[in-house]
């Protein structure tokens, strides 16, 4: 069973740039659509973005000018970066695979990490 | 953005009764060419990640017990599970995978009552 890990900082200061990696094992990349979602400390989920296999993305309007999402298939892994954070960027960030149904149905989730914007 | 709400914001529910959430879209998630609802819920237990549950608005995903039901269509939707169980207590959240920037909903918490 494919099986996703977040890994980066926990902390990290306002206005700089947060850097995720999930680690994807029991399965390849290829061939799907791997996402990043972020829950809020109040529970709301926000999608972010996702990346296809091949390099292709697509972002959260609402983020677009700050995300980048690529993928290593060398190393099975997808990352993240968020420029420019401040502290309504602390939240669980969660990589996510889609399912083969549909490019946005999120079928295998990681565990999460949580990040929190402070000086 | 396509908007999602949910209700009740929470619920307490006796095990074995029938717990029932209702999931609205600010558009519809029809998608008329297939005739498939692009309407998927997902249960969430403290410290673990969201859980697909059904997809397509009543399709269970594989392993997911057939005390959960989900039905609907357009705007409306209903996550129904039929005979409560202690492990069902969770967060239930609705998402909308219709539109290019995918929503969810506020989600709704079911407690043992």
């Known amino acids: 069973q494919v099986q996703l890990q977040e890994s980066g900082p926990g902390l990290v200061k306002p206005s700089e740039t947060l850097s995720l990696t999930c680690t994807v094992s029991g399965g390849s990349i290829s061939s799907y659509y791997w996402n990043w979602i972020r829950q809020f400390p109040g529970k709301g989920l926000e999608w972010i973005g996702h990346v296809y296999y091949s390099g292709s993305t697509s972002y959260n309007p609402s983020l677009k000018s700050r995300v980048t999402i690529s993928v290593d298939t060398s190393k099975n892994q997808i990352s993240l970066r968020l420029s420019s954070v401040t502290a309504a960027d602390t939240a669980v960030y969660y990589c996510?695979?889609?399912?083969?149904?549909?490019?946005?149905?999120?079928?295998?989730w990681g565990q999460g990490t949580l990040v929190t914007v402070s000086s | 953005d396509i908007v999602m709400t949910q209700s009740p914001d929470s619920l307490a529910v006796s095990l074995g009764e029938r717990a029932t959430i209702d999931c609205k879209s600010s558009q519809s998630v029809l998608y008329s060419s297939n005739n498939k609802n692009y309407l998927a819920w997902y249960q969430q237990k403290p410290r673990q990640p969201p859980k697909l549950l059904i997809y397509?608005?009543?399709t269970r995903e594989s392993g997911v017990p057939d005390r959960f039901s989900g039905s609907g269509s357009g705007t409306d939707f209903t996550l129904t599970i039929s005979s409560l169980q202690a492990e069902d207590v969770a967060v239930y959240y609705c998402?909308?995978?219709?539109?290019?920037?995918?929503?969810f909903g506020p989600g709704t918490k079911v407690d043992i009552k």
């Open positions: 996510a695979r889609a399912s083969n149904w549909n490019d946005l149905l999120l079928e295998y």
């Open positions: 998402q909308q995978y219709y539109s290019t920037l995918p929503t």
């Open positions: 397509w608005a009543s």
